[in-house]
């Protein structure tokens, strides 16, 4: 039989968690519809949780994430910054090589 091992990780501050793969769903969700509302529900999230989750984000990065523009007559919107991108690229390498490394210790213990 073929196993693989799974696992979640995430990035803490000392504020508590940073990045995380709700987080970052809710990052590239925005970058796809740009806009915080839609991708709160695109992700089945409620928009105040959304909100809450990148006000968090954008407080403990470096630099913000997203940028957002108050809705009005025009409506409002979110991108996401270079800085945003460089950090769901950094997560999901990071990701993906800790399951290739949890893959490659599963093969030398036989179950």
């Not at 992700?43 to 630099?63: F, H, R, V």
């Amino acid at each position: 039989m073929d196993y693989k091992i799974r696992s979640r990780i995430w990035i803490e501050s000392k504020d508590g968690v940073f990045l995380g793969e709700g987080r970052v769903r809710l990052l590239k969700a925005i970058a796809q519809t740009g806009s915080l509302s839609k991708a709160a529900i695109i992700i089945e999230m409620s928009y105040k949780k959304a909100w809450n989750l990148l006000d968090s984000m954008n407080k403990t990065a470096q630099k913000p994430l997203v940028i957002t523009a108050t809705g009005g007559k025009g409506g409002g919107g979110a991108s996401l910054t270079a800085y945003g991108e460089k950090a769901i690229q950094t997560f999901d390498t990071i990701n993906q090589k800790c399951w290739e490394f949890l893959d490659h210790e599963l093969k030398k213990v036989s179950l």
